[in-house]
């Protein structure tokens, strides 16, 4: 079988569960036998907006039998932010750059990962030709001018809006076209380095930028654009819901039927994740709770931290893990920074309890899968999509931000035993969404 796989990209330029998923996914194919295409959107010609198709060579982290392609002139990628004008992303390409693509590789399946970066001309030349299209829900660009649905002015989800209003609200903590470029550009990695390499000195929450008012021309344009990323769903034939959360999502903003089925993910790091500390002695003085992740409001850091001050539970102290920023932390809060993903069971090794509050509806979360796997138990959100993986009266489930400080009210090492008790390890294939092509 000829799978080709439309996706964001590799390490270093991408990271993140999207990009793990879906290396692991190719590699695994790969070893089954199957013949593997990778599609991303890199590149920019200045002398020439029409989108091409190049050859590209092989990433490190790929096998040598996987062939990659590379969209040049890409819609502009949307991977913060949200969308200011719809315009460049709806532009008419030539339909004959992708028949002569689809008409080479002459893929059976076309797994989607993302409409980032896609054309419309993409997917109904392969639905032309009948060619079965497989749809994974790891963002919501599409049936969202943003990839999270979260508005970060107003520190929550949108998600329950489906109006054209909430995609023209959103131009407020939108950036400039010129600056989404930017993502694509075969620079970036070195942007990307060098911008980590410059110490944060602080975290400092999103401005709402002053916006012209509403005219008719631009609900025109936005109606526009949410009429064109609906068609392209409309030509998906199997949706891969990585959640019953995003189920529900994709469901409450599609009017049509939208035949799949619920597959949670995993990856090739999952696996090698060491459970030989999982009965940890607590002679230590404190319970350490692990957060690991971004400090970012999506992800529910500052709630975190707002309701662990607020808990004073003198039992505990907050271990933080994914970010450098030097930003003001309360007593018995640890920053210990970026880590290697090779280096994921020792931070589990130093974890007694994972806490998941993310504000945003999260497609998924390998952190929860990540410590499940450790047999680290787990404080979630309720909107995770890997509440999935618990049962369904686990003890550590909380929606608002009172229920989590109860929650830390109540971590004590019984609150723990617990919660260990109730977790059953998944068993989860990175092939399992194959049964879907």
Request: glycine share 4%; proline share 5%.
């Amino acid at each position: 079988m000829k799978i080709l796989h439309y996706i964001l990209g590799y390490a270093p330029m991408r990271s993140g569960g999207l990009e793990q998923y879906t290396t692991s996914l190719v590699n695994a194919e790969v070893e089954k036998g199957f013949q593997v295409y990778c599609l991303y959107p890199l590149g920019f010609d200045f002398s020439s907006h029409n989108m091409k198709i190049k050859a590209e060579k092989n990433s490190d982290s790929l096998s040598d039998k996987i062939s990659n392609f590379s969209l040049i002139n890409a819609f502009p990628l949307v991977l913060q932010g949200a969308i200011y004008d719809p315009k460049p992303f709806m532009k008419k390409q030539d339909r004959n750059v992708f028949i002569r693509f689809l008409n080479t590789v002459k893929p059976d399946v076309i797994h989607v990962h993302t409409l980032m970066g896609l054309p419309i001309e993409f997917l109904s030349v392969a639905h032309e030709k009948k060619i079965k299209i497989v749809y994974s829900t790891h963002d919501y660009f599409g049936i969202s001018p943003t990839p999270n649905f979260f508005d970060p002015i107003l520190n929550k989800s949108f998600d329950q809006d489906d109006t054209v209003d909430s995609w023209i609200e959103a131009r407020k903590f939108s950036k400039p076209v010129w600056k989404l470029r930017v993502f694509q550009l075969r620079s970036y990695t070195k942007i990307k380095n060098l911008k980590n390499a410059i110490p944060s000195t602080d975290y400092k929450k999103p401005r709402a930028e002053v916006v012209s008012q509403k005219t008719a021309s631009m609900f025109e344009d936005f109606s526009r654009l949410k009429k064109y990323y609906a068609k392209m769903f409309h030509l998906i034939d199997i949706w891969h819901f990585n959640s019953e959360l995003t189920r529900k999502v994709f469901k409450r903003h599609l009017s049509f039927p939208l035949h799949g089925e619920v597959i949670p993910i995993t990856n090739s790091g999952v696996e090698k994740i060491c459970t030989s500390d999982t009965n940890k002695k607590h002679s230590k003085k404190k319970i350490n709770i692990g957060y690991i992740g971004p400090f970012q409001q999506y992800k529910g850091f500052f709630t975190l931290i707002n309701s662990f001050i607020k808990s004073d539970n003198n039992k505990i102290q907050l271990i933080l893990y994914g970010d450098n920023t030097a930003i003001k932390l309360p007593a018995n809060v640890i920053n210990k920074g970026r880590f290697d993903k090779a280096e994921i069971s020792k931070v589990f090794s130093n974890i007694d309890l994972l806490i998941v509050p993310s504000v945003w509806k999260e497609t998924f979360a390998f952190t929860v899968l990540e410590s499940i796997e450790s047999r680290t138990p787990v404080i979630i959100s309720s909107n995770v999509g890997a509440r999935d993986l618990l049962p369904e009266d686990y003890e550590g489930v909380f929606g608002t931000e009172n229920e989590l400080i109860c929650l830390l009210k109540k971590v004590d090492l019984q609150l723990i035993g617990r919660l260990k008790k109730q977790i059953l390890v998944p068993k989860i294939g990175i092939l399992d969404v194959t049964r879907l092509y």
